[in-house]
């Protein structure tokens, strides 16, 4: 599967963005999808994850409640709405897709978009 992120940019502090990630190849409704980011200086880490069927979602406990990220099979596209942005949300955004379909493992997302950039400013 083939993945392409789009919707960074800059915001300031307490604001809204939303990111989109469109896939291409293998039937998208396979895959479970997921968001990652990694900051300047720091390691990838995780953020959300949803479920093949949207069913289940899973979240970075620094991101819950102001995160959520969704999907539309049939736009063969995943989502993440992010609120309530902080200074510590800048970072370059990556969606990646997990072909066991359940998202739930970090570990087993193995197909990777390029990168989003989400600057939020004070």
């Known amino acids: 599967v083939q993945l392409q992120a789009s919707g960074g940019g800059l915001v300031q502090a307490r604001g809204s963005l939303r990111l989109s990630c469109a896939a291409s190849g293998r039937p998208f409704n396979t895959y479970g999808m997921g968001w990652f980011r990694q900051a300047p200086g720091k390691e990838r880490e995780f953020v959300a994850a949803i479920s093949w069927s949207g069913s289940a979602t899973y979240y970075a406990d620094s991101v819950k409640g102001r995160f959520t990220i969704s999907r539309d099979n049939a736009k063969n596209t995943a989502y993440l709405q992010m609120n309530s942005l902080k200074l510590e949300d800048t970072a370059e955004y990556y969606c990646?897709?997990?072909?066991?379909?359940?998202?739930?493992?970090?570990?087993?997302?193995?197909?990777w978009g390029q990168g989003t950039l989400v600057t939020v400013s004070s």
């Open positions: 990646a897709a997990d072909p066991t379909g359940w998202g739930r493992d970090p570990g087993s997302f193995s197909s």
